[in-house]
């Protein structure tokens, strides 16, 4: 048996093209931040980015729309064949419907919270992007972001841990450990940085409120599709209609409320367009693929998909260094400990959601592949037996007709002589 088994079906592609766009767009916004200043003000910029997002879920409607066309001329035939088990799901769905919308306002609300931490951090703080460390900002809203989800799948969607999962857990811990170490270091002794210490920590604590609302979201999203039939498309659209009205609403008493007048960045006048296109797109993709993960998978199957940001930072701090210069090699030595970090961090989450079996130390004897593995050896092994049972009581039949065979051509002959 070999050391790893791969336990993945064609949705996990979802993931790989989600980490590799999250890259990209981490290395261009690190290497082409001028591209995403549209404003004179780092806090209009950052709002605009998050109703850019918000507006994405709404591209969702393409969706769903090409998917009503496909669907329109099966619904008589489907309708016509429906069991009527079918119906009671149909007829669940309706009386869920209130509990959905319910569902839905606390969705919504945590997910316009879980967008703002940035544009509220540098609302409070008044600091420059430069003066703060958004590598450990980003590292420690992770860390509390795959915390919560294990710590909620656990207690709401009742996940029992096994030891592969208690390995995963520490394996994240020690790799979370090293990240913060690596960020701190940089902070404090790159002489070039030039960061804020207080306001980066303040801006960290803020901007990580998203490691606590996005799980408890997405748990509550998967709970939608658990039990209120929803595809991620459906979905994604719904929650674009409904924070587009609650986006409005608080605009507008942001608007009258401080005066706020924007200012576009004359400079980079024709790029604005181009770069909202390239944030919304983005923002959609990324939001799909999360909602495919929560539906196909878990919750707490997020953490793969995080995890890609951090891994993007890192690479985008290195390649900043490679381009300016290197005068302290110790800073490659730090980036590179960040990205071992980084994949310590993504092998324990797909061991933790068994996407990456561990075949030693019995690492692997919980989880679902190696439970149906054994219960097809336990039939296949009750199967033989049964068959062996028969054979023996064959033989056994046999050997008693022989026996009663001759017995009688004994008689027969005892018979004959007399």
Request: glycine fraction near 4%; charge should be neutral; charged fraction near 20%.
């Amino acid at each position: 048996m070999p050391l790893i088994t791969w336990n993945f079906d064609k949705n996990f592609f979802y993931v790989l093209a989600y980490w590799i766009i999250e890259i990209i767009y981490r290395i261009i916004l690190s290497l082409k931040g001028d591209f995403f200043k549209i404003t004179n003000e780092t806090v209009h910029d950052e709002y605009i980015l998050v109703i850019s997002n918000i507006i994405s879920d709404l591209l969702a409607g393409f969706l769903v729309l090409y998917s009503k066309c496909i669907s329109k001329t099966k619904k008589k035939e489907t309708d016509a064949i429906r069991t009527p088990s079918e119906m009671l799901i149909y007829t669940k769905v309706d009386k869920l419907k209130k509990n959905f919308y319910i569902k839905l306002i606390i969705i919504v609300v945590l997910d316009y919270i879980s967008r703002s931490p940035s544009w509220i951090s540098y609302a409070i703080i008044k600091a420059e992007p430069e003066k703060v460390s958004h590598a450990l900002k980003n590292n420690i809203k992770i860390t509390l972001d795959i915390i919560m989800r294990y710590i909620l799948s656990v207690f709401i969607l009742k996940i029992e841990i096994y030891r592969h999962r208690i390995f995963s857990i520490i394996t994240i811990g020690l790799g979370f450990i090293l990240l913060i170490i690596c960020d701190n270091l940089l902070i404090f002794f790159d002489s070039k940085s030039h960061y804020q210490f207080d306001k980066t920590y303040l801006y960290a604590a803020i901007a990580s409120i998203g490691g606590f609302t996005y799980p408890i979201e997405d748990t509550l999203i998967k709970q939608i599709f658990s039990k209120d039939y929803l595809y991620p498309a459906n979905f994604q659209f719904y929650r674009g209609i409904a924070e587009s009205i609650l986006a409005i609403v608080i605009t507008l008493i942001l608007y009258f409320s401080f005066g706020v007048i924007l200012k576009f960045n004359t400079e980079n006048l024709n790029i604005v367009i181009p770069t909202i296109i390239l944030v919304t797109l983005t923002g959609f993709f990324k939001a799909f693929v999360t909602l495919k993960i929560i539906y196909h998978y878990s919750s707490q199957s997020v953490s793969f998909l995080r995890i890609a940001q951090s891994f993007g930072g890192s690479i985008s701090i290195f390649i900043n260094f490679i381009k300016n210069g290197i005068d302290d090699e110790w800073k490659i030595g730090l980036i590179i400990l960040e990205i071992i970090g980084v994949l310590m961090i993504l092998f324990a989450s797909l061991i933790y959601d068994e996407i990456i079996i561990i075949n030693i130390c019995e690492l692997s004897k919980n989880v679902k592949l190696g439970i149906i593995n054994r219960g097809e050896f336990d039939i296949k092994y009750m199967n033989f037996f049964r068959d062996s049972q028969l054979d023996d009581n064959q033989l056994v039949a046999n050997d008693n007709n022989e026996n009663y065979s001759q017995d009688k051509d004994y008689n027969e002959n005892e018979n004959n002589r007399e």
